[in-house]
């Protein structure tokens, strides 16, 4: 108490309301702190008994959880999940039955009731890839390359919904059968970790006929969030010589939501594959060795996810992460390759990725009329230090308006004018 009343006093004391505002800055300063941390280590560590206290998400009462002071598997329940790691994903005997219990299921009800991905996602997929969805315009975001492999991405916002991204991979000696083969490959994506943020996966359904699957994924996010959960269904379409590849989350009453991983129900993320020797409404597939030969494969992929962050956080991790990530696709390819040349049995998830359904020609006239186009703006996007410049004009005019003491009428300008230069500055 008598820390917080020195404090104050030396505010006080203070001949300048600058000086004022700078001692308060020091006083809270260590405060926001404090709170700061204490809410990403509360966000982080929250345990699951603390969830019975509030109602679902849809609205239904949570049901009767196991007191805190259980067992011990109870409080194990409750450490974050790398801490849980060497243990395994699968958790307590009762989660991992229910699991083994859907997937004995899955056959029968692939069966028994429409796929989970129709000949609508197909359109839609290829509208994306034509340019002709009639969504907003791509912003570009980067591009870059190494000597076997080019990338590019875009961007654009939606009107209701996460952030939408579009890029294209471009990789030197490969073949859309063995990306098709390698991106379908659960057990190699695992097990070569060239995408290190899956940590379990599961098959739950599959249906012979259309290579249609359902999948159950946990994907590993930065500490301060809890892992995601995804259920998944993907079947690939074949058009000429391209592949067309429709991954999207869907809702699964066999596997019950958990309290950690978080489960994601909004989730698209779809590709093209396709050969060097295509043509298309926006231009060729070419090898960059420029000698005609089939040497080129590109791969075009839409993605949007809810995660359950603000979408202004996710678009920057996103930005930060994104080149990380898909530097380790191209040794993850060649190392696949390598297998498949020694003889190396393909994997269960890899030999239905084969199964493909093949669509005609009268498919892609039946589609021409459509002229609906989304446009690509190649104009790179606007760094975020835009939006910093504004607040340091008006954190600046607020300074200047505090600092002098000339009335009411000055301070209205100060602030008039930095209004005005902020407004005049385009959004990003």
Known sequence: MGYVLSAVARVLEQPTAWGAAWEM?????????????????????????????????????????????????????????????PLGYAGTAAQQQEEDEAAAQGSKEMANEELAV???????????????????????????????FTYQAWRRD??????????????????????????????????????????YHKTLEE???????????????????????YIIARRIWKLGGAYYCVTKGIPCS??????????????????????????????????RRGNGGLTACEILLFHHEDMGIPYEIAKLGIRQGMWGCVKKIEPGLRAYQKARAAGEPASKSALMARINTKVGDN???????????????????????????????????????CTLDQGLLTKALIFGVARKFVGQRKPL
């Open 254 to 287: 066999s596997i019950p939501r958990r309290n950690k991983p978080r489960r994601v129900d909004l989730y698209y993320s779809s590709w093209c594959i396709r050969a060097d020797f295509l043509l298309t409404d926006i231009g060729t597939v070419e090898s």
């Open 363 to 401: 498919f892609v006239r039946s589609l021409e009329s459509n002229s609906d186009e989304s446009e690509i703006v190649e104009a790179e996007e606007k760094p975020a230090r835009n939006n910093v410049a504004r607040f340091l004009v008006l954190g600046g005019a607020v300074a200047l308006a």
């Open 118 to 148: 129709e000949k609508d996602d197909l359109v839609n997929l290829w509208r994306l890839v034509e340019g002709r969805d009639g969504g907003p315009s791509w912003i570009k975001m980067m591009e870059k390359s190494l000597p076997t």
């Open 25 to 85: 800055a020091l006083l809270a300063g260590p405060l926001w702190a404090a709170a700061l941390l204490g809410l990403l280590l509360g966000w982080a560590w929250r345990p699951r008994w603390a969830s019975g206290l509030v109602s679902t998400v849809d609205g239904e009462a949570a049901a009767p959880v196991q007191p805190p002071f259980a067992t011990l598997d109870f409080w194990k329940a409750q450490l974050p999940a790398r801490l849980r790691a």
């Open 158 to 199: 939606a009107q209701n919904g996460p952030p939408q991204y579009q890029s294209s991979t471009i990789f030197e000696n490969a073949t859309p059968e063995e990306v098709r083969d390698f991106f379908g490959d659960d057990e190699f994506r695992m097990s070569n970790k060239w995408d290190d943020m899956l940590i």
């Open 207 to 229: 249906c012979q006929t259309t290579g249609t699957m359902k999948v159950h994924w946990v994907r590993k996010f930065p500490f301060f969030c809890s892992d995601r959960e």
